[in-house]
C-alpha cells in the first residue's frame, strides 16, 4: 500500500483527502495493523488528531485498539472533548494509565481532568509516586487556571552552580524535559530567585556562577491566575515560556508557548461560541446535547421577542390604517440590530482583552454615538428617499426616516452600555449582550416608528 507524504493527507482546503481516508478505512476493514502503523504512526498528533475527527466513530475506536500501545496518546489532546471522551471510555485504564506514563503532564492532564473521578483516581494509582504527585498537584488547580495548563517537568538548578556543572547536569540527567529553553533558578525551598536562557549558558565560561548571569523572573505565573490572564502575559511581554509559581512563590511548573496558543484559541472561540447563545457546543455532540444547550437563550429570546410584539400591538389601529407602516418597520428594526451587533462585538473584544478601561470608557462611548448618529443620517436619508417614491408619501418617508435616526443611535448606544454593564455586575458580557441589545433595538425601532406614525396621521 502506497504511504502518502505528510502534506498530501490534506487537499488543497486543508482538509484529510477522501483518498487517505479511504486507504484507512480499507486497513482498519482488513485489520491490517503492518499498514496503519505505517501510515498513522508517521502523522503529527494533530494530523492523527484530524484524522480521528474525519473517521466514523465504529472507525475510531477500531483504529485505536489496533495501534494497541502504538497509538500516540497525546493526539487526544487536538480533537475536541466528545471525541476524546468516547475513546477514553472505550478504553480500560490499565491501557490509559501506561500511555499517560510517556505524556508530558500538561497533555496527561488534559486528558485526565474530564474522566469521572473513579477513572482518575484508579489511572492515578497505576503510575510511579513521583508522576502520581505532579499530576494530582495539577489537578488540584480550578479549571481554566495557569496552574491546570502548566508542564511539570522543568529544569532547574541552584544559584551556586556553575555554568559548566549545569551544563553536565544536563547531558547526563534522563529525566529532564525533551524541549526547553530556559533554566529556573530556585533555593532549596524550590522559591524561585529567577532564570537563565540557554543562550546564556552557551556563551558564558565554565567556571561562572549561575547567580551572576541569573535574571529576575518579572513575569512568573501565579498558578492560580486565569489562563486567559496568563494567556494575555505572554501576548504582552512577548514570552516563550514563564515559570508557575505557587501562593508561597515556589516553582511548580512552567507555561510553554504552545500551551499557550491553544488557551487563545479555545478562549476566542469561546467567546464567538457565547455570542451565539450556543454555549460549549462541539461539532461532535448529540442532537440533545446540541438541542440542550441552545434552549436557554433561544427562551429568553423568545421573552424578548413578545416584548417587541407588544409594542408592536400597542399601535395596531395605525397599522391597520396605514398598510405601509407593516411593510417598512421590519427595515427600522433589523438596521438596528445589525448596527447594534456591530457596536457590542467590538466592546465586547475589547473587554475581553482589556482594551477598554474607566480611562477610555467615556471616550469609546462617545464614538460610538457619534457613529451610530452619523450612520443613522446617511441611511435616513435613503431609507427616505426609497419609502417616499415607494409609496408615494413624503410623510412616510420622513417618518421612517426619522425613526432610523433615533434607532440607529438607540442600537450604538446599546451596542456599548449593555456588554459594559454586564461586565460591571460579573456577568459573562459575551453570553448575554446579544439578546438583551436585539431587545432593545426592535423595541425602541417599533415604537419610534410606530409612535411618531401614531402621532403624525393620528
Given amino acids: ?39 498513522v504512526g508517521r502523522l503529527h498528533q494533530s494530523e492523527l488528531g484530524d484524522l480521528l475527527e474525519a473517521l466514523l466513530p465504529e472507525q475510531r475506536r ?16 487536538e480533537v475536541d472533548d466528545a471525541i476524546r471522551a468516547e475513546i477514553v471510555d472505550h478504553l480500560p485504564n490499565d491501557q490509559i494509565a501506561d500511555a499517560v506514563k510517556d505524556l508530558d503532564s500538561d497533555d496527561a492532564v488534559y486528558i485526565l481532568e474530564d474522566m469521572d473521578e473513579e477513572d482518575r483516581q484508579e489511572i492515578l494509582s497505576k503510575l510511579p509516586f513521583t508522576e502520581r504527585i505532579r499530576l494530582k498537584r495539577a489537578l488540584d488547580y480550578p479549571e481554566e487556571t495557569a496552574g491546570r495548563r502548566m508542564q511539570t517537568e522543568f529544569v532547574a538548578v541552584p544559584p551556586f552552580w556553575t555554568v559548566g ?105 469561546e ?104 450612520n443613522g443620517i446617511v441611511f435616513a436619508i435613503l431609507i427616505g428617499l426609497v419609502a417616499t417614491f415607494w409609496f408615494e408619501n413624503k410623510n412616510i418617508g420622513g417618518i421612517i426616516a426619522a425613526a432610523m435616526v433615533i434607532n440607529m443611535f438607540a442600537a450604538a448606544l446599546a451596542g456599548i452600555l449593555i456588554p459594559l454593564l454586564l461586565d460591571k455586575v460579573g456577568a459573562d458580557p459575551a453570553v448575554a449582550s446579544s439578546v438583551f441589545v436585539t431587545a432593545v433595538t426592535d423595541c425602541v425601532g417599533f415604537f419610534a416608528f410606530l409612535g411618531l406614525a401614531t402621532w403624525w396621521f393620528g
Avoid: C
Wanted: proline share 2%; net charge negative.
Fill in 1 to 39: 500500500m502506497d504511504v502518502l507524504p505528510h502534506a498530501d493527507i490534506y487537499n488543497e482546503d486543508g482538509v484529510v483527502r477522501a483518498s487517505f481516508l479511504s486507504q484507512i478505512g480499507a486497513a482498519i476493514a482488513d485489520r491490517d495493523v503492518l499498514a496503519l502503523k505505517a501510515d
Fill in 62 to 77: 477500531a483504529l485505536v485498539d489496533l495501534l494497541g500501545n502504538d497509538f500516540d496518546f497525546s493526539a487526544l489532546t
Fill in 165 to 269: 556543572q549545569t551544563i553536565d547536569y544536563l547531558r547526563d540527567d534522563t529525566d529532564l524535559p525533551d524541549r526547553f529553553s530556559e533554566i529556573f533558578v530556585i533555593d532549596p525551598t524550590f522559591k524561585l530567585l529567577g532564570a537563565v536562557y540557554l543562550d546564556q549558558i552557551l556563551r558564558t565560561k565554565r567556571s561562572t556562577k549561575i547567580e551572576d548571569i541569573k535574571h529576575e523572573t518579572r513575569h512568573a505565573i501565579p498558578a492560580t491566575m486565569d489562563q486567559e490572564e496568563a494567556a494575555r502575559e505572554f501576548e504582552q511581554y512577548d514570552l516563550l515560556s514563564a515559570a508557575v509559581v505557587d501562593d508561597n512563590e515556589r516553582l511548580v511548573g512552567v507555561l510553554t508557548i504552545d500551551d499557550v496558543v491553544d488557551v487563545i484559541q479555545q478562549e476566542a472561540e
Fill in 271 to 374: 467567546d464567538l461560541m457565547r455570542m451565539g447563545g450556543v454555549g460549549d457546543e462541539e461539532l461532535s455532540d448529540t442532537v440533545l446535547a446540541t438541542s440542550r444547550s441552545r434552549v436557554p437563550w433561544l427562551a429568553v429570546n423568545l421573552l424578548t421577542a413578545f416584548l417587541a410584539a407588544s409594542v408592536i400591538g400597542l399601535f395596531d389601529q395605525t397599522i391597520q390604517k396605514i398598510v405601509a407602516l407593516a411593510v417598512l418597520m421590519p427595515i427600522v428594526a433589523g438596521m438596528g440590530g445589525n448596527a447594534g451587533s456591530q457596536t457590542m462585538t467590538v466592546t465586547v473584544r475589547a473587554l475581553a482583552t482589556r482594551e477598554i478601561d474607566i480611562y477610555n470608557a467615556w471616550r469609546i462611548i462617545r464614538r460610538e454615538m457619534g457613529v451610530g448618529m452619523i
